[in-house]
Each structure stands twice: as structure tokens, then as C-alpha cells.
């Protein structure tokens, strides 16, 4: 383990480093993914599971990430080579990681990139005015054309131009920036959510929960969710906490990650709800609720624009600190394992990223018809990284830090070696080494048929 005297970078503040981890968790997963799902998934039911799976599976994986990651100040390879003796065997985890890293940047990027589009045509007032079927004709135009691959560029660029920065000038720096600034645009959406006439509508769908609707699929997705929103599996948190200074306490850290993440959640199904019930649209829309539901209602809004541009200008503050964190995985692994130069990784894991982003913005024009179990490229890297990657990855990584890595490695990083207690340590090993990956293999299992 090396010490914070080490050359490499870290987090100058614990402030800092908080604002890049809840940058990280919080995005696109929070305001444009959960309020889909809960709508598909029949609204309360869903968020309680989805509490729930935050609760047991999500802290305590946080936890195991951190405790990788500022225990061996390494990239995802390192983390899992330098925490224990036998860790060189666990290394391959490592390299699925960075890849489902780089695969869900493809999609992200894609989606990234239409709320850069909607928040343009919310300020020129292009949308202005039109129905939910007018909506969807300019949706599809937009994913459909050139447009899509233009702004899934555009948004990798702004994407480099901040990891170019570094850890402490770029990630730490736009963090303490974007995060106040996505707090104050979701309150002022709240405050106009408030005033609308579907509120105690909207309210009922996202608070009564009606447990008969609880089924396999509706665990699978809230697990999916809890692992998404929380950027578990997927070795950001990893790789965020190995530039963490010794001041970070990881137990908290981590709850209050999670504790943000979640309301963050909630908040935009308080914001999206009402809205759409307001106006007696459908919230079973699935993917696209956000993008042809959404603009159609803030177009019924007297000065809907004004809420409309503000509200995907949210979604990009949201996109651009969680795919900050997704490319520093493979910047990280250029760079340390590589030997490449800060800027060269930056450039290589680009090109990547917009490589397999436009081949995925094309997935809804010209390549169309490639299908993959009848999923289109965008649907599939969706749906396997969210059920397959990061659920394995997050049974591998409880596995390997439950029963894996040392006792004594875990407990220094959760005490700062004594220096504060940690009171809950058993009970954290107990989830990490039975109830993660019990929980996981039991949904998964079912979630194929198996069970
Ligand atoms: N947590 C991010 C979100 O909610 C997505 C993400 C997943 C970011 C995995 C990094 C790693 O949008």
C-alpha cells in the first residue's frame, strides 16, 4: 500500500472527493433511467425494492470498492492485484470491468447527447408548442439522423475536455462546480413540481407502494437500478477512491453516496410524476418518457421552455460527472499499466468512447437492422451492462473483499489502521461474504428461468 506522499494524483479536499463520487452515482441512472423504470415497474413497489437493494447490496459494495481502491492507489487492475497475495488470479475481473466500462460509455454517451440537443431546442423555442405525437416525429428525427452522432460527439468532447484537466484541476474542480449547481436547478424544478394539479397523483404513484406487484422482473430491475445509479461493478468507485486522501472516511463516504444518490432519484420522479399526470400522459412510456413525454408536458407549462431547457440542462450536468468517472477506469489503466502519458490516455480512451458511441447512435438509423436477439446495439450494451456486467462484477467483488483480501487490509482502510472505529465491521463482512452474493445469484437465477 503507498501513502498519500506518493507522485500520484488525489483528491485535493475530502469535500472534493465526496463531490466527485456523488458526481459519479448520480446522472443519467437518477432522471432519466429510474423514473422509467419505476413507471414501467408500476411506481412505490419498485422504490421500495429499490431502497432496499441500496441498503444491503449497495453501501456494502461501496465500502468494498473504497476500501480496493484507497488501499492500493491503483487502477482497477491493481486494486485487485495489490490487495491480497492470490489477488493476480482476480485480475481478469479487472479487464471485464474496464470493458463494460467503455460499453456502457458507448450508450451513456448516446443519451448524453440528446439531452445536449433538447436543451437546445428548449432555449431557441424549437420544440415550443408541439403535441406528444409532434414530440415523437422530432425524437426520432433526432436519434434517428446525423443529429444523434453529432451531439453523442460533441458531448465526448466537452467529456476529454475535462479529463485532460486531470484528477484535481478537471474531475475535482467540475465536481465542486456541477454538483452545487445540479442541486440548485433540481430544487427550483421541485418548487414548480409542487405547484401542479397532478401533484397528490403523481405523489400516490411514487409513495403508495402496492406490494402484489412485486415479481422477478421487478427485482431484477430494481437490483439492475440500485447497481447503476450507484456506479457499482463497474470500478469507478474503485479507482475514485484510490485518489481519496487519508481524511476520507469510507463507511461515511459511502452512506452518504448512497443516502444523496437516492434522493436525487426520488426528487426527479417528484419532478417528473406530477407533470405527467397533470397532463394525462401515460408513465408506463419506458425510455423514452423523458425524452417524447417530458417535452410534450413542460410544452403545456405556462414559460415551459424556461423549465424544459433547465431541466435538460440538469440531465447534462448529471451526464458529463458520471462519464467523467466512467472513462477515468480506462485512463487510469493507460496510464499506470501502459505507461502512457495523462494526455495520450485521455486521447486513446476518447477515440474509443466515440468510436462504439457512433456505431451506437447509428443503431437507430442506419444500422437498424442489425439485431442481436432482436435488440438493436443501443438496447443490448443497455441491457447486458446493467443485468449481466455489473451484477457479475458485483458478486466478484464481494466475493474477493468478504472472503479474499485480508482482514487486516479491510480494517486499516475502514479505521484508518485504528485511528476511528467501525463499529458495524462484522456485520459488513456477513453482507459482503453471504448476503451480496446469496442476493444476487438468487435474482439472477430466477431472472433466466432457473429458479
Ligand atoms: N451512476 C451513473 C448514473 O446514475 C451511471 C454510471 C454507471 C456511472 C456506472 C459510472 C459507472 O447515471
Known amino acids: 500500500m503507498s501513502d498519500d506522499t506518493s507522485q500520484r494524483a488525489i483528491f485535493a479536499t475530502k469535500i472534493g472527493a465526496v463531490a ?5 452515482a448520480v446522472g443519467l441512472g437518477n ?3 429510474f423514473p422509467y423504470e419505476t413507471g414501467v415497474h408500476g411506481g412505490g413497489a419498485f422504490i421500495a425494492c429499490y431502497i432496499v437493494f441500496v441498503l444491503l447490496l449497495g453501501v456494502p459494495l461501496l465500502c468494498a470498492e473504497f476500501i480496493l481502491g484507497r488501499g492500493t492507489r491503483s487502477n482497477i487492475l491493481g486494486a485487485f492485484r495489490d490487495s491480497s497475495s492470490g489477488g493476480r488470479r482476480w485480475v481478469g475481473a479487472g479487464y471485464m470491468v474496464i470493458l463494460s466500462s467503455i460499453m456502457i460509455l458507448w450508450f451513456y454517451s448516446v443519451v448524453a447527447g440528446w439531452t445536449l ?13 408541439m403535441d406528444s405525437s409532434e414530440i415523437s416525429d422530432h425524437f426520432m428525427e433526432m436519434t434517428t439522423g446525423w443529429r444523434n452522432v453529432v451531439l453523442t460527439v460533441v458531448f465526448l468532447l ?10 484535481t484541476k478537471g474531475i475535482e474542480r467540475a465536481s465542486n462546480l ?18 401542479l394539479d397532478g401533484l397528490k397523483e403523481g405523489m400516490t404513484f411514487l409513495f403508495h407502494p402496492d406490494f402484489s406487484k412485486i415479481d422477478a422482473s421487478v427485482l431484477l430491475g430494481a437490483m439492475g437500478q440500485a447497481f447503476f445509479s450507484l456506479s457499482i461493478g463497474m470500478g469507478c468507485m474503485t479507482v475514485y ?45 419506458g425510455p423514452a418518457l423523458v425524452f417524447e413525454v417530458l417535452p410534450a408536458v413542460f410544452g403545456c407549462m405556462p414559460g415551459g421552455m424556461i423549465w424544459s431547457a433547465i431541466f435538460f440542462l440538469l440531465l447534462i450536468v448529471a ?50 437492422d442489425f439485431t442481436v436477439c432482436g435488440m438493436s446495439m443501443f438496447d443490448l450494451l443497455d441491457y447486458v451492462t446493467s ?19 485480508p482482514a487486516r487490509f479491510t480494517r486499516e482502510q475502514l479505521t484508518d489502521g485504528g485511528s476511528y472505529p467501525f463499529p458495524l465491521y462484522g456485520v459488513l463482512m456477513f453482507v459482503l461474504r453471504w448476503v451480496c452474493p446469496v442476493a444476487i445469484m438468487l435474482i439472477f437465477l430466477n431472472s433466466i428461468g432457473l429458479l
Open 178 to 195: 456541477l454538483m452545487p449547481l445540479l442541486f440548485v436547478l433540481l430544487m427550483v424544478l421541485c418548487i414548480n413540481s409542487l405547484s
Open 387 to 405: 443485468n449481466i456486467c455489473l451484477p457479475v462484477a458485483g458478486l466478484i467483488i464481494s466475493v474477493y473483499v468478504g472472503w479474499v483480501v
Open 20 to 24: 466527485a463520487t456523488v458526481g459519479s
Open 31 to 33: 432522471i432519466w433511467r
Open 319 to 368: 451526464s458529463i460527472t458520471s462519464t467523467v468517472s466512467m472513462s477515468e477506469i480506462s485512463i487510469s489503466y493507460f496510464e499506470e499499466e501502459l505507461k502512457m502519458s495523462r494526455r495520450n490516455a485521455t486521447i486513446l480512451s476518447s477515440v474509443l468512447a466515440m468510436a462504439g458511441a457512433v456505431v451506437c447512435a447509428l443503431s437507430f438509423g442506419p444500422l437498424s
Open 241 to 285: 477512491a484510490s485518489y481519496f486522501n487519508k481524511e476520507s472516511r469510507l463507511g461515511r463516504t459511502a452512506l452518504t453516496t448512497a443516502v444523496l444518490d437516492t434522493l436525487v432519484a426520488i426528487l426527479a420522479g417528484v419532478i417528473i410524476f406530477p407533470a405527467v399526470f397533470t397532463y394525462g400522459f401515460s408513465p408506463e412510456k
Open 117 to 129: 440537443g433538447y436543451c437546445y431546442d428548449s432555449v431557441t423555442g424549437s420544440i415550443a408548442g
Open 158 to 167: 466537452a467529456n476529454a475536455a475535462v479529463l485532460l484537466g486531470g484528477v
